[in-house]
């Protein structure tokens, strides 16, 4: 009865993340297939357009053939182990090319595997240079999730659940100099940014605010680090976004799209100040498959397609359509969309809640378009798609968007029946009619047929099952679930029993009388998926299904002959 689908969620839920597991599947997401390009596919052989690149790790897109090659080049060369004490070319050849990047201005690297790992590096390497002890970060930052980069984050949520964090974290308004410069001081050995805040929801900062905040690094003595592992190889329409602010960093960090999208790679870049510590003390770093010779070859690759002037030019001009075609919907659909912001081709719609990003990005799927959300922003919607995406598809993609956002708009627009209370919290609905029907002869026929205003139920018909489990639907989708039935003198409630799926969800149904041959119906529906802050954008898909799923089962009671 179950799906592979489900199958997979369930185990997922069971073995590594529950959370993530409800909300793929609740989203209406498949089994992954083969991607290429800008689209990948599901089990079932459906094609997905991708307005997102998965936090730039697929900026180069799925299965880039230069990046396949250079993994089969390397494989067939048989040196792809890390000895640690010869000279490994291919690493060498690496950090070479990453210095020629800044011109030299940076013209040390050390190699990890992943973002945390290197912002962790950058964090002790300031500290060494400067003798202090403190760092500046900015409120909404994300820089990974090893226990300096939460520090640095400093979120509220994460220290009450995994504090106490490291010590000597602060963090100042992002785009607020007066903030920084008020709580710079010779304590600060550095301050760490983001040239655009991804996941507190696109944040593009103020004309001249880097600039400055360089100035004032130089005036107090602190270092200035960067943190561009979503914003380098090309993101922002130049291979660093920070080419774009007029500044240099001392410390730069890079990685997600140096990996190619197929294996992990990042690096720390810094200055010959800021690298004396590696002079003194070797020891100081170590990752035992960083910089590893397959890593180094993919990571080369890349540098050289993100490198090319052509391949700027032709993000720049996919920058520009991003943002005319963004501005437009986010003027023309102002009831759904607060704010749009972007630089080249990466973009954030803000919509007024939760629940309306948590619509969009469903039906969005639906239409076989990928997107997601901002990971502190809830709300906002990227559109940051594989830098190669091409024109056409990008059009297209734009397109199907824009339909969407018409659509839901059309919904946010449309006059309510009363008394209809619109989904709370993103997780109940009550709805009360008037049904030309006797009360009696209506209860008589929800307890035999206890699905008949259920909108979960695959079969409005079917009768509830004695034992096993209840098969329903999210929307199109296929699911299985324990259910509970309670008949009642004046209805009858149906529960799911907690579980990977449900950590509640109920569908009453109560009837009395409204007249002689008329009465009175109240259907309340409410769910808890135990997906914390965002299960009111999952409440976006899961009311939007069952509002209308409702309307049609109510719609057809209206019109049957209902007897006892």
Partial sequence: MRTRRQRLAEAKAAHNHPAYARMAFVMGCGVQGRGAGSAVSDEDGRSYLALFDQYGNQSFGYSHPRITAAVREQLDSGILNSTKIMFEEVQIRLSQQLAELTDRRLPYSYLANSGGETIDNALKLARAATGRPGFLSATGCFHGKTFATLSAAGRPEHRQSLGPFIDHFRQVPFGDTEALAEALDDTVAAVLLEPVQAEAGVIVPPPGYLREVRALCDRNGSLLILDEMQTAFGRCGTFFAHE?????????????????????????????????????????????????????????????????????????????????????????????????????????????????????????????????????????????????????????????????????????????????????????????????????????????????????????????????????????????????????????????????????????????????????????????????????????????????????????????????
Wanted: proline share 7%.
């Fill in 244 to 564: 774009q602010f007029g500044v240099t960093p001392d410390l730069l960090c890079i990685g997600k799209a140096f990996g190619g999208g197929v294996l992990p790679i990042s690096a720390v870049l810094g200055t010959p100040e800021v690298w004396e510590v590696l002079r003194t003390l070797p020891s100081t770093f170590g990752s035992s498959l960083g910089g590893n010779p397959l890593s180094c070859r993919v990571g080369s690759e890349a540098i050289a397609i993100a490198g090319d002037e052509r391949f700027l030019a032709d993000v720049a001009a996919k920058g520009r359509t991003l943002t005319e075609r963004l501005t437009a919907a986010a003027s023309r659909h102002h009831r759904l969309i607060g704010a749009h912001r972007g630089l080249g081709m990466m973009h954030g719609l803000e919509f007024r809640d939760d629940s309306l990003a948590g619509l969009v990005l469903s039906r969005l799927l639906e239409e076989g378009v990928t997107s997601t959300y901002s990971l502190y922003n809830p709300r906002v919607v990227r559109v940051q798609p594989p830098m190669v995406i091409s024109p056409a598809d990008l059009d297209r993609g734009l397109d199907i968007l824009e339909d969407v956002l018409a659509q839901a708009d059309q919904q946010a627009a449309a006059p309510r029946p009363r008394p209809v209370d619109a989904p709370s919290a993103g997780n109940r609905i009550d709805r009360t009619v008037r049904l030309p029907h006797r009360a009696a002869d209506l209860l008589a026929r929800i307890h035999r047929t206890p699905h008949l205003l259920d909108p979960f139920a695959m079969h409005a018909t079917d009768p509830h099952p004695r034992a096993g489990e209840f098969a329903g639907r999210l929307g199109d989708d296929l699911v299985v679930w324990p259910d509970r039935c309670e008949q009642r003198g004046d209805g009858m409630v149906l529960r799911a029993e907690p579980g990977w799926l449900w950590t509640s969800l109920e569908r009453a149904v109560h009837v009395r009388p409204a007249g002689p041959d008329g009465c009175e119906v109240r259907v309340s529906i409410s769910w808890d998926t135990g997906s914390g802050a965002y299960e009111e954008m999952l409440g976006g898909r899961i009311g939007f299904f069952a509002a209308q799923r409702l309307t049609q089962l109510l719609n057809a009671v209206q019109t049957e002959e209902v007897t006892a």
